[in-house]
């Protein structure tokens, strides 16, 4: 999980009783009393349920003084035996054991101090700091994207600010988390201050080994007074993981965002690997999110949706939902047909056999200085009688087309009359034509 800088990792290098000598090197036998005793150091000091550990480690004593693993020699089969001995007491995906000398040796080299990530920075710069994509969709709604949170704060607080500043006066904002896997607790905090009037506790996250609770707070003070206070729309995906879990559920249990599209990752458990010595390493979940609303997190179950739809159809459905609230608590009739022309235009598709042609050929002719036509088997609209500009006519339904981003043509049937044309305006204007 890719909850950066809360866990030092390098803390956990060194567990007192861990064999230093390599099999892969000695091509001594396992000594499996030092593998256990190493493994189970390692499990009482970081692994995040402490009832658990102490019941996984009472049955793998228990396991050794059975002489359980005596006749298994190859480590790969150690581990699996060992493997199964843990899943049998408690099963947790991420807690596991393996045999891999390269990967141990490699965990036990010294740690050099850190220094600055010159390119590394260089690549979130480059990179935009993972936002993808700012824009006003139709119906003053907003729409933003972005693939991770960084863990460079200050240094993309300027580009995030501007994003949300640009977005202030939408009436609805989107924000697309479907292809972002994680990235900073405190990049989750600064983003979700921008959306709150107040402070508002996003999710704690409990570190084992220190036995310590962090608190996150969203806080408008750090939003540079861009306070975006509109409903909230969170896109998600199976792709969707780690912190953006975090954000996601934080905001959803707080009840300020409602979530569409498909069920997330399921990633709440920061794990690391452990050397134990002998060529052996452990996973072992360290730290965990806890939300202080419903006491639990999205571990193994994901974040799941209010409105649950494919991933692929989350956009469009954001914007129905959005636009149908529109609609209905419209004040005027105008606004109301205003939301009616905006959830048609999401309907458009493609001709694509679902209106045949005999149909589209009954609604060819003229409608005052409108001309109706058909080209390559698609309707076309002339506003000039045959001389002005032509627009093709996308289908919404066998009646209503799309001619463009500001006017839709119904054709209206009338039994023993002819066609009528209603040219149906985006500002909610509506102008009918008596076919000649």
């Not at 059975?66 to 190859?74: F, I, R, T």
């Not at 292809?179 to 704690?204: C, E, F, H, T």
Request: include cysteine; charge should be neutral; proline fraction near 5%.
């Amino acid at each position: 999980m890719k909850l950066q800088a809360f866990v030092t990792i390098a803390t956990l290098l060194c567990i007192p009783g861990a064999e230093q000598v390599l099999l892969a090197q000695s091509k001594q036998p396992v000594n499996q009393q030092a593998l256990i005793d190493s493994f189970n150091t390692a499990l009482f000091r970081t692994y995040i349920f402490p009832d658990k550990s102490e019941s996984i480690i009472r049955h793998l004593n228990g396991r050794l003084k059975q002489q359980a693993y005596k006749k298994v020699s190859d480590p790969s089969l150690l581990v699996l035996s060992v493997q199964n001995d843990i899943n049998a007491v408690h099963f947790d995906r991420h807690l596991r054991i393996y045999y891999e000398p390269s990967f141990e040796a490699e965990l036990r080299k010294p740690r050099t101090p850190p220094v600055a990530d010159e390119a590394g920075i260089a690549r979130e710069k480059s990179n935009n700091f993972s936002f993808t994509d700012v824009q006003v969709l139709n119906g003053n709604i907003g729409y933003l994207a972005f693939n991770g949170f960084s863990s460079q704060l200050e240094l993309a607080k300027p580009t995030i600010t501007a994003a949300f500043r640009f977005l202030a006066n939408t009436e609805a904002l989107i924000i697309d988390l479907r292809k972002n896997g994680g990235g900073s607790p405190w990049m989750v905090k600064q983003i979700a201050s921008y959306l709150v009037k107040d402070s508002l506790r996003l999710n704690d996250i409990y570190e084992r080994r220190l036995n310590k609770t962090v608190q996150f707070w969203a806080d408008p003070a750090q939003a540079d007074s861009a306070n975006l206070l509109m409903p909230v729309y969170i896109l998600t995906s199976r792709q969707t993981f780690s912190a953006a879990e975090d954000f996601t559920y934080a905001l959803q249990a707080a009840k300020r965002a409602i979530v569409v599209g498909d069920t997330t990752g399921g990633g709440a458990h920061p794990t690391g690997p452990v050397p134990l010595g002998q060529g052996f390493v452990a996973d072992i979940p360290m730290a965990r999110s806890v939300n202080y609303i419903t006491g639990a997190d999205w571990e193994g179950t994901g974040v799941l949706p209010d409105h649950p739809c494919a991933a692929d159809k989350a956009l469009l459905q954001a914007q129905t939902i959005i636009l149908t609230k529109k609609m209905t608590t419209a004040g005027t009739d105008d606004e109301k047909q205003r939301a009616i022309w905006l959830l048609h235009a999401l309907q458009v598709h493609d001709y694509d056999g679902s209106i045949d042609l005999a149909t589209l050929k009954t609604y060819t002719g003229d409608y005052d200085r409108f001309t109706i036509f058909i080209k390559d088997d698609k309707l076309y609209i002339d506003d000039l009688n045959g001389k002005g500009r032509q627009f093709l006519l996308r289908p919404v339904t066998p009646t209503l087309y799309l001619g463009s981003d500001w006017f839709q043509v119904e054709f209206v049937a009338r039994p023993g009359q002819t066609v009528q044309l209603k040219m149906l305006g985006k500002p909610g204007w509506v102008n009918v034509y008596e076919k000649k």
